[in-house]
Each structure stands twice: as structure tokens, then as C-alpha cells.
């Protein structure tokens, strides 16, 4: 699928050790589709020294810095003080991936609440640290809509991308009139999922981006493979069918859309 224009993959988790050994293979099939940007997302301290790296080696890439609502039990208790010099670096495009999983069972011996109240302290913490970066955030909500729409409210300065978005229209809604951005994986292209769809086609054109969140979700007709961020352009191309619009159309919007809202990126 080639593209007169360039594509901007906003949320690829390039220090995965899936794509060990081979991340220069990744960028640069990347590259050969026209995917001429990737957002490095985080989840954790890890995650995000080796996205800085990783953004040293390869100029296509933009880092973020963050840790995700499953790997807060793993934390060290300078955990804060870490990631505050780690958004200082040069570079650092976002915050993220940060925010609530109710989805997956408490950690450590846990109970529910004591899990769900520490997953929304390390998004509090994130959320103020972002805020005084000037630092825009990628969101992770699973089963949590409700409460990430919450603690969002209690920080309105900070602007967010819900990313892998599969929500209901009216949380989509809430999300925009918020000020929010949505971001849509490949899960726009299987069959079952006609009301991510829906939501997809009635989101404003000026509040959409897309994202592989590689490896995983790889697109229609990658199913059952490991994603890649050069699998953006189905994802885009499903998206801009469901705006009547042409794929090099939906790839102009998308980027620039991406350019606005992350720090230090550009097509």
C-alpha cells in the first residue's frame, strides 16, 4: 500500500523485546511504507530510557516517558524523581502511556481497592508532572472510562490522546468536548468490531490520529502476525473510508493532527 504522502505512527512500543535484534528492520520497513514518524511509547523507567535511546539512534523516532497502570506495583520508591529527569531530556514528545486498568487482576496480593487506589495515585503523579512539562498525554483506559474521565477532569490543563480507542460513542463525546484527541488501532479493520467503527466515523477530523500499538493488533490483513508500525496504512486507509475520504487525504490529517498535538514531532 504506497502513499504520496507520510504517515505517523503515534503509538508503537519499539523497546518491546519483541522487535529485539530487529528494530532497525522495523524502522526502515517503516520508512518504505511512507510511515515517516513513530511515536516510542513507555511503560515503564526501562521503557522509557531505552525509547531515548532509541530516538538518538533513529531521528524518525519521538520518545515518551511513563508507566503504564499494570507496571505500577514494580515501581521503586525514586520512581518519581527518575521519570522527572527523563522528561526533561531532549526530545520527549509525551507523557504515556499512562492510566487505569480495571481489566486485569490486582497485583502483588492486592485487594481491588488498594490496587485501583495505587494505579490512580502513579496517574495523579504523572498527570501533575506532565502538566508541569507542558507535556500533552497518552492514555491507556481499560474498564476504567469512567474514573480516567474523572481524574482528567481534576487536571485540566493537560491535553490527552485516549490511544487504542474502543469505547462507546458517548465516551468518545466526553473525551472530545473535553478537548481530547482518539486514536484508532487496527481493531478498525477486523469484522466484529463495527461500533469502534461507528465511533470512528463520527469522530471530528481534527481530533483523530492513528496507531499500530505494535506489536500487538496487528491490522486486517496481518491478523494472527506480529504488528509493525508500516501496518499503519491499513489502519488509515480503513479510517479514511469510513470519512469518504482517500487514504493520502487520511494520512495529511492524521500527521498533522499528530504534529499538533505531540511535543518536538514533525512529519
Not at 511504507?33 to 523516532?61: G, M, T, W, Y
Not at 463525546?173 to 481493531?187: D, P
Request: glycine residues 6%; contains cysteine; hydrophobic residues 40%.
Amino acid at each position: 500500500m504506497n502513499y504520496h504522502g507520510n504517515l505517523i505512527d503515534t503509538h508503537t512500543h519499539l523497546s518491546s523485546s519483541r522487535f529485539s535484534g530487529d528494530v532497525e528492520g522495523v524502522v526502515r520497513r517503516a520508512a518504505d511504507s511512507k510511515v515517516s514518524h513513530l511515536v516510542a511509547i513507555a511503560c515503564d523507567i526501562e521503557d522509557s530510557e531505552e525509547n531515548l535511546k532509541l530516538a538518538r539512534q533513529f531521528p524518525c523516532v519521538s520518545p515518551t516517558v511513563g508507566i503504564h497502570p499494570l507496571y505500577v506495583h514494580e515501581t521503586e520508591a525514586d520512581w518519581e524523581a527518575k521519570l522527572r529527569r527523563l522528561s526533561h531530556e531532549p526530545g520527549v514528545a509525551a507523557v504515556g502511556e499512562i492510566g487505569l486498568d480495571y481489566f486485569h487482576p490486582p497485583q502483588d496480593g492486592r485487594t481491588e481497592s488498594e490496587w485501583r487506589a495505587l494505579q490512580r495515585s502513579v496517574f495523579e503523579t504523572q498527570l501533575q508532572l506532565a502538566l508541569e512539562m507542558d507535556l500533552p498525554v497518552v492514555i491507556h483506559q481499560r474498564q476504567s472510562a469512567s474514573d480516567v474521565s474523572e481524574v482528567l477532569a481534576g487536571f485540566t490543563g493537560v491535553k490527552a490522546v485516549l490511544h487504542c480507542f474502543t469505547g462507546t460513542q458517548r465516551e468518545a463525546e466526553l473525551a472530545l468536548a473535553a478537548g481530547h484527541y482518539l486514536s484508532f488501532t487496527g481493531i478498525i479493520t477486523f469484522p466484529s468490531a463495527g461500533e469502534v467503527r461507528d465511533v470512528a466515523a463520527a469522530a471530528p477530523l481534527d481530533r483523530i490520529m492513528v496507531e499500530t500499538d505494535s506489536p500487538y493488533l496487528a491490522p486486517v490483513p496481518y491478523r494472527g502476525k506480529q504488528c509493525e508500525p508500516f501496518m499503519v496504512a491499513h489502519t488509515a486507509a480503513r479510517l479514511a473510508e469510513l470519512h469518504g475520504l482517500t487514504p493520502e487525504e487520511m494520512a495529511e490529517i492524521t500527521s498533522s493532527n499528530a504534529c499538533r498535538f505531540f511535543k518536538h514531532l514533525s512529519a
